[in-house]
């Protein structure tokens, strides 16, 4: 039998504290907010949450999943390509999906398959905030590259020199703050 794991608050929200199942809600799980990038619901008890605590990082084997949130004009991330497969969903609003040097529009319930070494970003676009459900599998040997690409440069998302380092690629940009956006009080799209 598989034991519930055991949540606990975090300055950001509540991270799994030990193995096994559990239930959060969107709202009081915890967040990272980047003024450049948006802000990204944790499922994990990842470092940069956890940073300064007692609790040891936490991340699920097999899958890595997150909610990311973007505002019009603004990337989720840098333009990259990873030696894992990715899914995205577009939960609600509108983005520019980057992908393969080309755009693409979308809207609320597109879905994104990318194959192992796809490059690709989002950016938010439209009226108010883009919330897409991010999967990615976990392997051993995953490895990420930010490529140069105009396309995403044009959109804020790209790199001038291509990189394996994403202290490399994020160096020109603030780092990321435990926290949902407090403008929020509650989920704005909910």
Known sequence: MVEEARLEAVESGLVPASDGWFVVN???AA??????FGARC????DTPVVRGTELETRHFPQL?????VAEPGKPTTMYHAETSQEGF???????LLLIEGEERQLRAWDFVHCPQGTEHGFVGTGDGPCVILAVGARTEEGSIVYR????AL???????????SPAEAYAPYPHWQRGRPESWGTLPWA
């Open 26 to 28: 969107v709202l009081d």
């Open 31 to 36: 967040w990272l907010t980047n003024d450049a």
């Open 42 to 45: 944790i499922f994990e008890a």
């Open 64 to 68: 890595g999943i997150r909610l990311t």
């Open 89 to 95: 969903l577009v939960l609600a609003g509108e983005c």
């Open 148 to 151: 140069r690409n105009d396309v």
């Open 154 to 164: 044009r959109h804020g998302a790209g790199v001038e020199k291509e990189t394996p």
